[in-house]
């Protein structure tokens, strides 16, 4: 089973993450194939993206419980990042749609897209901090850009949980609705879109992105998380999370 599924119909492009089993928690198989995902919507005909979720999270973070990959770990988390620039890079504007848990990396791939739409009841946080960990996917740029610097530290050194109602106070998603209405709203805000011309969205996209350099901000975050992933704080906060029962 691939751990992402996309299917374009009527000029949208669906791209759903699909490891329910662990509520969609980020391991090397779910990053490469959801970098394909994106590519295969660049080269397709669709106009806009629907960024989710299979089962009861749109993605939990990483995966602890995985082992940690051997080889380069500045190529694995440069590919981590990949997802991030593909997001912005691609000419569709893309749309994520959050439900359930949407920790640390799953919360950064939302902020990677365009637009965000959440579940009321969606569950937001940024816990590198308390982890020990550093933030990936340009969260150190983008979440500041939407929320402003002060809120952004609040989060990100408080790291603690807060719902889609919160989220959208924060200017940090577009809009909260009620868990059953999300898929039908994101698909209502896609085909709006998709009614479009195509070449004036892109560039639309493309204008308001032009002064967002991230490029500085993801070389600075992996500096950052390869001095984390090997402290002792990682190692401890690890092994507590895989001895949970």
């Not at 194939?33 to 990483?62: M, P």
């Not at 912005?88 to 949407?102: F, M, N, S, T």
């Not at 739409?117 to 816990?127: G, K, N, Q, R």
Request: net charge negative; glycine share 6%; proline share 5%.
């Amino acid at each position: 089973m691939p751990t992402v599924e996309f299917a374009v119909e009527d000029g949208i492009a669906q791209i759903r993450l699909n490891r329910p089993e662990r509520l969609n928690a980020v391991a090397v198989v779910l990053v490469d194939d959801f970098l394909a995902a994106l590519d295969a919507t660049a080269r397709s005909d669709a106009r806009v993206v629907v960024l989710s979720g299979n089962g009861r999270a749109f993605c939990a973070g990483h995966d602890l419980k995985e082992p940690t990959p051997a080889g380069d770990s500045r190529a694995r988390l440069d590919r981590l990042q990949d997802v991030t620039r593909r997001l912005r890079g691609l000419r569709q504007p893309v749309i994520a749609a959050v439900h359930g848990y949407a920790i640390g990396a799953g919360a950064e791939f939302a902020l990677g897209c365009d637009l965000i739409l959440a579940a009321e009841d969606a569950v937001f946080a940024f816990p590198e901090v308390s982890l020990g960990l550093s933030v990936t996917g340009a969260a150190s740029r983008l979440l500041p850009l939407l929320v402003g610097p002060l809120k952004a530290k609040e989060l990100l050194l408080l790291g603690e949980r807060f719902d889609g109602r919160k989220a959208a106070e924060l200017g940090m998603v577009n809009a909260a609705v009620p868990a059953e209405q999300l898929q039908a709203e994101a698909l209502s805000w896609a085909k709006r879109i998709a009614e479009h011309p195509p070449a004036a969205a892109a560039m639309a996209k493309r204008v308001l992105d032009a002064t967002t350099d991230l490029e500085p901000a993801l070389e600075l975050e992996v500096s950052h998380a390869l001095i984390t992933e090997t402290s002792a704080a990682v190692a401890a906060s690890t092994e507590a999370f895989r001895s949970r029962t």
